[in-house]
């Protein structure tokens, strides 16, 4: 079955950095776009950035310049780099399909403070 297992998060202190990687399986990599998703406490799941089967990028506003989304098909991975951490990036990191399939990873928690 579909299946994405997120890692790689932790605690960073503001500006820091930090490398999130999802492996997948259950289906074709590259026949998908790829996204990453987070859930900060309190707020709904929100899309933040994707990646298309080409290796075209897109990013919602408030991570644009600060992440980097990207792929691997050949190792069945996708990444999010993150630079320039804030407080305000502290959620649960997801990777999903674009649009997002029913089935979700456990996540990974980043968490950005002093």
């Known amino acids: 079955q579909v299946k994405f297992v997120e890692s790689g998060g932790g605690l960073v202190q503001p500006g820091g950095s930090l490398s999130l990687s999802c492996s997948t399986s259950?289906?074709?990599?590259?026949?998908?776009?790829m996204a990453w998703y987070r859930q900060a406490p309190g707020k709904q799941r929100e899309w933040i950035a994707n990646?298309?089967?080409?290796?075209?990028?897109l990013y919602t506003a408030s991570v644009k310049g600060r992440f980097t989304i990207s792929r691997d098909d050949s190792k069945n991975t996708v990444y999010l780099q993150m630079n320039n951490l804030q407080p305000e990036d502290t959620a649960v990191y997801y990777c999903?399909?674009?649009?997002?399939?029913?089935?979700w990873g456990q996540g990974t928690q980043v968490t950005v403070s002093s």
């Open positions: 259950g289906f074709v990599l590259s026949n998908y776009a």
């Open positions: 999903n399909r674009r649009p997002p399939c029913d089935s």
């Open positions: 990646v298309g089967a080409s290796g075209a990028t």
